[in-house]
Nanobody, 124 residues
Framework: QVQLVESAGGLVQVGGSLRLSCAAS????????MGWFRQAPGKEREFVAV????????LYADSVKGRFTISRDNAKNTVYLQMNSLKPEDTAVYYC?????????????????WGQGTQVTVSS
């Protein structure tokens, strides 16, 4: 089993920044991708970003490309999501997840473990 604990989100004004972190513990092993998803009220969960084990390969949703940056520290089993130039439409519960498969994926069904989620609210 793998446990994922996300940092607290928060309330941010439009144009502001926020960094989320997610620490993995338990039987993490190695060579796994870590991703971020989000779910706004009344909407389905959507992909935000994913990073491969080495930290070199990343993939972003078009809606966050150029504004969000995903990174990881394998020594700490932690993934980060730096969010800049936040917009009201970024308001959602953000979830981190671990994918122990071979390839990075934007599909939520590919992920094996999920965090509990953290609320990010962007006010205008």
């Amino acid at each position: 089993q793998v446990q994922l604990v996300e940092s607290a989100g928060g309330l941010v004004q439009v144009g502001g920044s926020l960094r989320l972190s997610c620490a993995a513990s338990g039987r993490t092993g190695s060579n796994y991708a870590m991703g971020w998803f989000r779910q706004a009220p009344g909407k389905e969960r959507e992909f935000v970003a994913v990073i491969g084990w080495s930290g070199v390969s990343t993939l972003y949703a078009d809606s966050v490309k150029g504004r969000f940056t995903i990174s990881r520290d394998n020594a700490k089993n932690t993934v980060y999501l730096q969010m800049n130039s936040l917009k009201p439409e970024d308001t959602a519960v953000y979830y981190c997840a671990v994918d122990k498969g071979v390839f990075m994926s934007s599909r939520s069904s590919a992920y094996d473990y999920w965090g509990q989620g953290t609320q990010v609210t962007v006010s205008s």
